[in-house]
């Protein structure tokens, strides 16, 4: 199965800084990539799908890029309710696999 | 509005079984995948598979297959994870997600449901 290696495990950042998290497949995905935000004690939100395509009613400060098998999520701006743990999930076939999360604090 | 709708917090015995459900409104339920995500206290989520309400076709994770059973009543538009003989290590909140095709990011999530397996 192809694994996804996340990294950071975590991060702090100050209000307005740029924060950029990568995730790694073990193979190629394409572009079958998409990024979550897990709010403490909240259920998973999509942020963006197909690598870099922001899903509806997702602030802008919010990109994402593939380079290969690496991707990134980058905000541009952080802001305190960005607070959050993130997570990387590959869904060309299954199973659609998980990396292991980057907690974001500030 | 899209809905998926978790049943509630359950606290059971090793040894015991257990089924939960995620019901989905808002939407053409049969024409979307259910997939189920386990997150264990303090880790991060796992993917266990995922169901096509419209054929009742079942796709398991490696890691869970054998372990659960997914299944669906598309009548009632609600998914289903269920356990035959629970273990501690079972504890963990489960999320039903829906995705369009197989190959979809999860767009809509359940609220999420407590299982607490303890003696």
């Known amino acids: 199965d192809i694994q996804m290696t996340q990294s950071p495990s975590s991060l702090s950042a100050s209000v307005g800084e740029r924060v950029t998290i990568t995730c790694r497949a073990s193979?190629?995905?394409?572009?079958?990539l998409a990024w979550y935000q897990q709010r403490p004690g909240k259920a998973p939100k999509l942020l963006i799908y197909?690598?870099?395509t922001l899903q509806s009613g997702v602030p802008s400060r919010f990109g994402g890029r593939r380079s290969g098998t690496d991707f990134t999520l980058t905000i541009s701006s952080l802001q305190p309710e960005d607070v959050a743990t993130y997570y990387c999930?590959?869904?060309?076939?299954?199973?659609?696999?998980f990396g292991g999360g980057t907690k974001v604090e500030i | 509005e899209v809905q998926l709708v978790q049943s509630g917090a359950e606290l059971k015995k090793p040894g015991e079984s257990l089924k939960i459900s995620c019901n989905g409104s808002g939407y053409t339920f049969p024409y979307f995948w259910i997939a189920w995500v386990r997150q264990v206290p303090g880790k991060g989520l796992e993917w266990m598979g995922m169901?096509?309400?419209?054929?009742?076709?079942?796709t398991y994770s490696p890691s869970f297959q054998g372990q659960v059973t997914i299944s669906v009543d598309k009548s009632i538009n609600t998914a289903y994870l269920q356990w035959r003989s629970l273990k501690a290590s079972d504890t963990a909140m489960y999320y039903c997600?829906?995705?369009?095709?197989?190959?979809?990011?999860?767009?809509?999530w359940g609220q999420g449901t407590l299982v607490t397996v303890s003696s």
């Open positions: 193979q190629g995905i394409s572009n079958y």
């Open positions: 197909e690598a870099s």
């Open positions: 999930q590959k869904y060309d076939s299954a199973p659609l696999t």
């Open positions: 997600a829906r995705h369009l095709k197989s190959d979809a990011a999860h767009d809509y």
């Open positions: 169901i096509y309400p419209g054929d009742s076709g079942t």
